[in-house]
């Protein structure tokens, strides 16, 4: 069982990591190969890019990938969507925070509003009754702050474990980790088993998308990442949002007949 994406989990999937995770994630499903035309001037450091994706592929591979399927095989998918609610909602506050900062504070008060009614009526944000009420929300994180203060977002760059940022993207990582509830849970098994299972959750969610890359998986990832972001640093002013939906368009010319059984062979 795959899950096609839910109400609670789309908004802390596209925010970074992400968002969170979303893309940052999908990197461990990439190939090494490379092609000359591939090469991007947002990328100066693709040789160190490369050496980091690589072993980030390993460790999702070997492992996170393996979590992910067992979780999706025994977990309903009613929990899942609880679980992704439950993730989600924490992430309310961090909008909250930097809409306020960004000068939005319509989306503040949404955001906050929405953490308020799936917390209380939501028991404790494992029901999205928020969305059903028509409260919707663009998910914000420091990064696009910076983004909208007018910092560049600099060399594209991948992390180990954490995956595609940008210099601006990593900057922004300790506001947003101080501003997420699960930083704050002193108890360490506790805190450590609900960070694991956030990004188990999140990773299962990307088992069925994943398989539409095709070709140069490092390129691709990191060019999907790098359109999300300005993206949601312009709040959608350079056009549609190409991910919106589970239909991505895409020419066929970004595809090619390579299957992911004969990228890992390669």
Not at 177 to 185: A, C, R
Not at 217 to 226: A, G, K, M, P
Request: aromatic share 10%; proline share 5%.
């Amino acid at each position: 069982m795959t899950r096609k994406g839910t109400p609670g989990t789309a908004v802390a999937i596209h925010r970074w990591g992400v968002s969170l995770l979303g893309a940052i994630l999908l990197s461990g499903c990439a190939s090494q190969q490379t092609a000359q035309d591939d090469r991007s001037p947002e990328d100066p450091w693709e040789g160190f890019n490369r050496g980091v994706f690589a072993f980030n592929e390993v460790i999702d591979r070997y492992a996170l990938k393996p979590a992910a399927q067992g979780y999706d095989a025994v977990t309903p998918e009613p929990v899942q969507i609880g679980v992704g609610n439950f993730f989600s909602n924490l992430g309310e506050i961090r909008t909250a925070l930097n809409s306020v900062l960004q000068g939005k504070p319509g989306n503040a008060g949404v955001a906050s509003g929405r953490f308020v009614i799936n917390t209380v009526v939501g028991v404790g944000g494992l029901l999205d009754h928020a969305t059903a009420m028509g409260l919707t929300v663009d998910g914000e994180d420091f990064g696009q702050t910076l983004g909208v203060w007018g910092l560049d977002s600099g060399p594209y760059l991948v992390l180990p474990l954490l995956g595609p940022s940008t210099v601006r993207d990593t900057a922004g990582l300790p506001v947003d980790m101080y501003t997420y509830p699960l930083t704050y849970v002193e108890d360490d098994p506790t805190r450590y088993g609900l960070t694991f299972l956030r990004v188990v959750d999140t990773r299962a969610g990307f088992l069925e998308q994943e398989e539409l890359i095709r070709g140069d998986r490092y390129s691709f990832i990191r060019d999907s990442y790098l359109q999300r972001r300005r993206y949601e640093v312009s709040d959608g002013e350079t056009g549609d949002d190409p991910f919106a939906s589970d239909d991505f368009d895409f020419s066929d010319d970004d595809f090619d007949d390579v299957d992911l059984d004969d990228a890992y062979a390669d």
